[in-house]
T-cell receptor
Framework: QQQVKQSPQSLIVQKGGIPIINCAYE??????FPWYQQFPGKGPALLIA?????SEKKEGRFTISFNKSAKQFSLHIMDSQPGDSATYFC????????????FGTGTRLKVLA | DAGVIQSPRHEVTEMGQEVTLRCKPI?????LFWYRQTMMRGLELLIY????????DSGMPEDRFSAKMPNASFSTLKIQPSEPRDSAVYFC?????????????FGPGTRLTVL
């Protein structure tokens, strides 16, 4: 019940395409859903995050869609660029009042020029 | 702020040796997390501290792993004895309770290779 399932494992899109990464969770006590971006040789960094009281959040070209009833959320990258090539992790937090994250397994995105 | 600082950045050791990884969190942060990243298992939380006290060590793989946080600005993760399967990138992260979205700030990681 503590797992966060992420798909796909890898994704290749052309420049300008809209890659979509999906995550699903079981524990309804989670109340914070961040996405982290990781470039090779670097630590993950927060990209965008959402709480379950909204269904969508946009920051620049990045959008989180959240479906509370289905216990699913997804990341959309509009007008993707080669510089977006990275590994993306979804996560969930907040169950039992804890600050720890449960991370998904990651999606390796490659945007072709 | 310099961000989360980890040392060493790379460590190569032989099986059976003791390995100590070090972390300096962002000043003022009260949570510190140790993660291990591998291709097979992704990002795994090993242990986390709040105000220097270990809160959850359920992710520590076995007794060969230990972590300490003697003060608010320093933490260590020790592996003794090390084994080849411990080869991974180890990340330290810190956060501030009550901050926006409980954001965790990650260090650059330590790449550990056990031969």
């Amino acid at each position: 019940q503590q797992q966060v399932k992420q798909s796909p494992q890898s994704l290749i899109v052309q420049k300008g395409g809209i890659p979509i990464i999906n995550c699903a969770y079981e524990n309804t006590a989670f109340d914070y859903f961040p996405w982290y971006q990781q470039f090779p040789g670097k630590g993950p960094a927060l990209l965008i995050a959402i709480r379950p009281d909204v269904s969508e959040k946009k920051e620049g070209r990045f959008t989180i869609s959240f479906n509370k009833s289905a216990k699913q959320f997804s990341l959309h990258i509009m007008d993707s660029q080669p510089g977006d090539s990275a590994t993306y992790f979804c996560a969930a937090s907040g169950a039992s009042g804890t600050y720890k994250y449960i991370f998904g397994t990651g999606t390796r995105l490659k945007v072709l020029a | 702020d310099a961000g989360v600082i980890q040392s060493p950045r790379h460590e190569v050791t032989e099986m059976g040796q003791e390995v100590t990884l070090r972390c300096k969190p962002i000043s003022g942060h009260d949570y510190l997390f140790w993660y291990r990243q591998t291709m097979m298992r992704g990002l795994e939380l090993l242990i986390y501290f709040n105000n220097n006290v270990p809160i959850d060590d359920s992710g520590m793989p076995e007794d060969r792993f230990s972590a300490k946080m003697p003060n608010a600005s320093f933490s260590t993760l020790k592996i003794q004895p090390s084994e080849p399967r411990d080869s991974a990138v180890y990340f330290c992260a810190s956060s501030l309770a009550g901050a926006s979205y409980n954001e965790q700030f990650f260090g650059p990681g330590t790449r550990l290779t056990v031969l």
